[in-house]
């Protein structure tokens, strides 16, 4: 089996996920809000889907390096030069796209305070994590690659810290009853789609589920395998649907979900075939996050406005995700061959002449 066959798996783990954020984004511009239209919501956890798949990706990688002399350095660099270029690229066209449409159009989108200097050095210096002003305003989804930076930075400790699934499972659940002591004494507040909720103090847990995915893969028999799925997707919905739990529904939220995209990367992990749109799509996953807003948000609410409102909210929504994921899969394709493969690569060549 080769290795593009026996990690498709991780690919269709990342096609789900950015077929999530495109559903999500899509339905923000669907002017008949059923429920169906309501429900794609849900699509907001592909961030979570991805943030697993990359804890998984990245300690199978660095598994890989172990004896590599410079392996620290090594890791750091691989992982700029595999983010930051395009994230580089996305801040100049959401620039361009923001100016116009303030600046030509007259479109009020708090240009000047969104893209001041200190925002947009924040976010080339991948430190926008950490800074509410800058989290999310000069690259839409912006917050996420911030969060990822900082995993980045404590990845290494955990790597050697969490070498087992009792002591992920340990760590897993005394942070969550340490993040729930602090909401339940009035210390955390955490709301949907808030500095807090995109912190890394909240989705560390996810985080973390990608390490218990990594220890998990290879075991047959386990009594997490049989009911944990069921047990999170159950959990996870009544977290969503039940409006009691307001007050610690998005602080439990992501742990949850990332617990269940736990099991459903072992369940994909043992599927023998997947099917080769889902992990093409994967592959392209990050130039699609980037670039999707371009559809999302510009080009698809157009059909929305103009053709395919009239059709109501559930045929409007499937068309314009439809419209939108090709429109975004088209376009990543020239990014990923010219841009992402090429800033790898002259990545590893920095690195295999300079470390090795």
């Known amino acids: 089996m ?6 498709a798996y991780i690919d269709a783990m990342r096609g789900m996920a950015i077929l999530m954020v495109i559903l999500v984004h899509t339905s923000q511009s669907i002017a008949d809000k059923t429920s169906f239209v309501a429900n794609a919501a849900l699509g907001q956890f592909g961030v979570q889907l991805f943030f697993v798949a990359s804890a998984l990706t990245l300690c199978m990688s660095y598994e890989q390096r172990l004896n590599d002399k410079h392996r620290l350095v090594s890791f750091f660099l691989r992982r700029w030069f595999r983010i930051a270029p395009l994230y580089f690229i996305g801040i100049l066209l ?104 995109f912190s890394i103090l909240i989705q560390l847990p996810v985080f973390i589920s990608g390490f218990l995915l990594y220890r998990l893969r290879h075991i047959t028999q386990h009594p997490l395998l049989a009911s944990g799925m069921w047990i999170c997707l159950v959990a996870f919905l009544i977290l969503w649907y039940y409006w009691r739990l307001q007050p610690v529904r998005f602080l439990l939220l992501p742990a949850l979900s990332g617990l269940l995209f736990c099991f459903v990367g072992l369940h994909l992990a043992r599927l023998t075939h997947i099917p ?78 300079r470390f090795q």
């Open 94 to 197: 959401y620039f361009l796209i923001s100016a116009y449409r303030e600046l030509y159009l007259g479109l009020f989108y708090d240009f000047f305070q969104n893209y001041s200097l200190f925002n947009i050095l924040s976010n080339i210096f991948l430190l926008h994590g950490l800074i509410p002003s800058a989290n999310n305003n000069v690259v839409p989804g912006g917050w996420s690659i911030g969060t990822e930076a900082l995993f980045y930075l404590t990845f290494p400790a955990l790597y050697w810290w969490l070498d087992s699934i009792h002591r992920i499972l340990f760590v897993w659940g005394v942070y969550m009853a340490i993040l729930l002591l602090l909401a339940l004494i009035g210390a955390l507040h955490v709301s949907n789609n808030t500095f807090t909720y």
């Open 276 to 353: 080769r749109f889902i992990s093409e799509i994967g592959r392209r996953s990050y130039s699609m996050y980037i670039f999707h807003f371009l559809a999302a948000w510009h080009l698809v609410p157009l059909l929305d406005t103009r053709i395919t409102g009239a059709l109501g909210g559930n045929l409007s929504l499937l068309i314009n995700f439809f419209v939108a994921t090709i429109l975004t899969f088209w376009l990543s394709g020239y990014s990923f061959k010219y841009l992402e493969k090429y800033f790898v690569a002259k990545g590893n060549q920095f690195i295999e002449k």
């Open 2 to 7: 080769t290795d593009t066959k026996k990690y």
